[in-house]
C-alpha cells in the first residue's frame, strides 16, 4: 500500500512523493493522519534546511487515528484517536539522570525520521510510550495537533522565574511567542507583546496581553517596553520568541536590574550577540537559553488543551491539501496567518 509524504530536497525544494506505508515494528505504532499544522520550524526547514542530509522528511504538529500497532503496544489499539508529540528522551544518558531530558544525548526527534507531513506516520516506541495520548472524544484533531507547540511554550514558562502581578515582555508573537503570551497570562503576569503584525498583535490583546507595541511606531523598541512598566524600571522577566540574533539583544536592553531574560527563539547557527558586560554584571541580570520540552511538561500541557486553556481557533487559518504543502507553508511564512493545515482523507 502506497502513501503520500513531503520530502525535503534543498532550500525552497520540497515535494510530495509516494512511499510505502510503514509497518510498526516493536512497540511502535502507525497513525493515519487526520491533520498536520504549519511550524515556524517547517519554514526555517523549508528556506535552508536542517542538521541531516537531504532527502528527509519533516513536519511534527499532527494528530490521527491508530492504522496499525506493532507487538508489545499495550495502550492503543487499532482506530484510537491520538495525537503523538515529536520526541522522547531515552531516560538513562547523564542528561536524562540529572533531570535534564531536553539535553538527552539520544533524544529521538521523529519529525525528521519519519516526518510529519504524510499521511501515515510511523511512531517510534519511547514516543509510544512516553509521548502519546488518547484524543478525547470532544476535542477536535486540530486542538490535539497543537500539543508540540504547547509543551514548548509551557516549557519556557515554566523555566522562567516571575511572580504573580510581574511584568512580563513576549517578544514575537508568532504561534510559539503567542502561546507563551496564554501561559504567562494564566501564570498571573502582567504581559506587554511586541510585534510588528496587527493581526497577531490583536491575537496577543485576544490573550490576555494587557499591552500591545507594534515595533514598526517605536524607534526604541526596548525603551518602549520599559516606559510601559511600573516607575520605568524595565520588565522582571523578558521572553525572546522570534530567533532573530538583534532581538536577542533588544530583550535583553528591556529586563529590570536582578531581572530574568529568557532566549527561546533558536537564530540561524553562527549568529552571535553582543551584550554590554557593565549592564549584566552589575544589574545582576539572569539571561538563559532554553530549548524543547520535557515529558512531564508535554503532559501537563495536553492537559491544557483538554481544559481549552488555548484554542485551535485562534490559532489556525487556512486548509490545504498535501499537494498544496508549499503554499501552506509559505502562507505561514509570509505572516499572514498564525499556522495553516494540512488535512487528510
Known sequence: MKMKRVLYYAPGDIRV?????????????????????????????YKRGYRYEPPFGFGHECSGVVYAVGPGVKNFVVGDRVVAHNSAPCGHCYYCKKGEPSMCESLIQNQFKNGGYAEYQLIPAPIVEQNTFHIPDNMEYKQAALLEPLACALYGTEMTHFDM????????????????????????????????????????????????????????????????????????????????????????????PGGEVLFFGGPKKGSTVTFDTNKFHYQQLTMKGVFHTTPQVVNGAFELLKMGAIKADDFVQNEYPIEETEQAILEHASGKVIKNCIVYD
Open 165 to 256: 502581578g510581574d511584568t512580563v515582555c513576549v517578544n514575537g508573537c508568532g504561534p510559539i511567542g503567542l502561546m507563551f503570551v496564554r501561559m504567562c497570562v494564566l501564570r498571573g503576569a502582567r504581559v506587554i507583546a511586541c510585534d510588528m503584525n496587527p493581526e497577531r498583535l490583536a491575537t496577543a490583546k485576544k490573550l490576555g496581553a494587557e499591552i500591545v507595541i507594534n515595533i514598526k511606531d517605536v524607534e526604541d523598541q526596548a525603551q518602549a517596553v520599559i516606559d510601559q512598566t511600573p516607575e520605568k524600571r524595565g520588565v522582571d522577566a523578558a521572553i525572546e520568541a522570534t530567533g532573530l540574533a538583534q532581538v536577542w539583544e533588544i530583550a535583553a536592553n528591556m529586563a529590570r
Open 17 to 45: 512523493e509516494e512511499a510505502d506505508v510503514p509497518t510498526p515494528g516493536e512497540g511502535e505504532i502507525v497513525i493515519k493522519n487526520k491533520v498536520t499544522l504549519t511550524c515556524g520550524t517547517d519554514v526555517k526547514t
